[in-house]
């Protein structure tokens, strides 16, 4: 069930994302463009690695704090698709020391201070305005194009990289008949300012576009070099409204919680406004303006298609009405339960939340206010959708006699182990760069399994195993670190961390099981067969992610922790056979504590 969610969350559809990004991948190499995806939109580095891993090597940002946060998940080639604001000029030369930056200059002053101020090569990409009416320069003010140029030509370390536009205005678009109107429009524009820039005697002016309704609709990209599209990767209702998605395609919704109802309405209100939606709206042929649609799901098709007679209609800041015209759907709805809503334009709504949850309640960072920290942790989520829209039932009218756990205790333990990890200095300081986002993500995702495991325990009793459990992972974390860059040297374990985590697990099998950590000798391997078969870091680095991506094994044993001050420990022989059946990790513990004795 939805059961543990409190109040709106975003949800995140990996499988169809990596169906979209599929998708714009084979189109981009079939129409042999570069595919620079812009970023923005989901500003995850967890994401991001789905792209990186169908070849993707250049992304779009739009901001330098955006550019930072992939530049440390490992992103080497990187522009930033906004005008360059010369009051960050610290923050360039900073970004350009370490990547291939790209910049936008529209304007001769911008290009004047740019010449001045930069300290390192970036690339210079001339935006022209072919009608959206943004920013860029007017494709026909050839004036103060030649003054651009000029500026270009006297600064060694602005590297002239072409000719870019985002046609904005393809939004308005109905039909593939007018996408490819506008884009007709756009790539003739693009090349005559393309002819006159080389007529200025530059080798070379290769053409950047960027929208996702042309990327999505047309096949035919003649002429482009590149292609910066970003919402695809997750699309919403304005993508469907124009055609190029249907909305079972839609990657993200938010649940949100009912918290009351007005049948004589056909109403129903929802935790969730404007501060979880943000306040884009479509508007429909009969004039209505909505805000976002009820999700018809069932468990093959998480989201489903949208439910046009069940729309939000009005937002205000915490505040949603979801308008139900169905009268056996909103009989179905209770106080309570927990909908899901498609959002009207994905890239906003997802700006406005720290993490998203998965389906398999995985959750994934996104970039934070304070430059890339991963900021929040939410719970895991198991999603058993009981009915074909995606309503989840509440549990208030079960007795608390026969509640098995605190949710506000469940809360504050996902918290602690987030912090342990997140507020760690010295283990997000010992992380490569290129590593720490994935890593941290499977900390963090590891952790909040095992404290779902913990819910029928006293925060006496978990509080002391959540510790051992953050030790246990932090050093797995540390130890995958060292191996990508000196897979031969030998690790040694922490013989204190090991006699903690056999404590726990003579009194706690089920739950120490759920944590299922590999041990040195079985990283080590890996790191020392990938050293033998000559593999990149990055590839060592992937080998071992498999290995920790392994799911915990699954328990029916329910969690309990033994009184030890009552009873005494278990048989040297029942915990025996127990860690036997266990993976081979809980093998070495035993025979650790049997050479002690």
């Not at 550019?67 to 360059?84: H, K, M, R």
């Not at 910066?228 to 919403?236: E, H």
Request: charged share 20%; net charge negative.
């Amino acid at each position: 069930m939805l059961s543990a969610i409190t109040r709106p969350t975003l949800l995140v559809n990996i499988a169809q994302v990596e169906r979209n990004i599929q998708r714009m991948v084979a189109k981009t190499a079939a129409a042999r463009v570069v595919l620079r995806p812009h970023f923005k939109t989901h500003q995850s580095a967890a994401i991001g690695q789905l792209f990186h891993a169908h070849g993707v090597r250049h992304i779009t940002v739009s901001s330098l704090d955006m550019a930072l946060y992939f530049a440390e998940a490992g992103w080497q080639d990187i522009t930033v698709a906004i005008p360059a604001n010369v009051r960050e000029i610290d923050k360039i030369n900073a970004l350009a020391q370490r990547l291939k930056l790209g910049l936008l200059v529209e304007n001769p002053t911008t290009a004047a201070i740019l010449a001045q101020q930069v300290a390192h090569p970036v690339q210079i990409w001339l935006e022209v305005d072919t009608g959206y009416g943004r920013t860029g320069v007017w494709h026909e003010d050839t004036a103060a194009i030649s003054a651009i140029l000029d500026h270009l030509r006297s600064a060694p370390d602005l590297q002239w990289a072409g000719v870019l536009t985002h046609a904005g205005h393809s939004y308005r678009a109905r039909s593939k008949a007018e996408l490819t109107a506008v884009h007709e429009e756009t790539l003739g524009r693009m090349q005559a300012v393309q002819q006159f820039v080389l007529g200025q005697g530059w080798p070379t002016c290769p053409i950047s576009i960027g929208d996702t309704p042309t990327a999505t609709a047309l096949d035919d990209w003649a002429g482009v070099a590149e292609l910066r599209p970003g919402n695809f990767v997750f699309y919403d209702l304005m993508q469907a409204q124009i055609g190029v998605c249907a909305s079972e395609e839609i990657a993200v919704a938010v649940a949100c919680p009912v918290i009351a109802l007005y049948p004589q309405r056909q109403q129903v209100m929802l935790y969730g406004g404007a501060v979880h939606f943000g306040k884009e709206q479509l508007v429909e042929a009969n004039g209505r303006v909505v805000y976002g649609y009820l999700a018809d799901s069932t468990l093959q098709s998480p989201f489903g298609a949208a439910v046009p007679t069940a729309a939000l209609t009005a937002l205000s800041q915490e505040h949603g009405t979801l308008t139900v015209a169905d009268p056996a759907l909103l009989g179905h709805i209770r106080v309570g339960d927990v909908l899901t809503i498609l959002p009207v334009h994905s890239c906003l709504t997802a700006d406005l939340y720290d993490n998203y949850v998965g389906l398999d309640g995985q959750r994934y960072g996104r970039r934070g206010a304070n430059k890339g920290r991963i900021k929040g942790a939410k719970p895991n989520f198991n999603f058993v959708l009981r009915h074909s829209y995606c309503i989840c039932h509440s549990a208030l009218s079960t007795p608390m006699s026969e509640q098995k756990a605190d949710p506000a205790a469940l809360r504050r333990r996902n918290r602690y182990v987030a912090e342990a990890i997140l507020d760690n200095s010295a283990l997000r300081n010992a992380l490569d760069d290129t590593q720490a986002q994935q890593l941290i993500d499977w900390g963090l995702a590891r952790l909040s399994a095992f404290v779902a495991r913990t819910e029928t325990l006293p925060d006496e009793e978990a509080t002391p195993l959540m510790e051992e459990a953050v030790t246990a992972v932090s050093r797995v974390m540390r130890q995958v670190n060292e191996l990508v860059e000196h897979p031969t040297t030998p690790l040694e374990p922490s013989e204190a961390q090991t006699r903690n985590a056999l404590g726990a697990l003579s009194k706690q099998l089920a739950l120490w099981q759920s944590l299922a950590l590999p041990t040195a000798d079985e990283l080590q391997t890996i790191a020392q067969r990938e050293a033998a078969d000559q593999h990149t870091p990055a590839e060592t680095f992937d080998s071992l992610m498999a290995v920790l991506d392994t799911a915990p094994t699954e328990t029916t044993a329910e969690p309990k922790v033994e009184d030890t001050a009552e009873a005494p420990p278990a048989p040297e022989a029942e915990v025996a056979e127990a860690t036997e059946a266990n993976e081979p990790a809980w093998q070495n513990l035993w025979d650790w504590l049997r050479g002690r004795s």
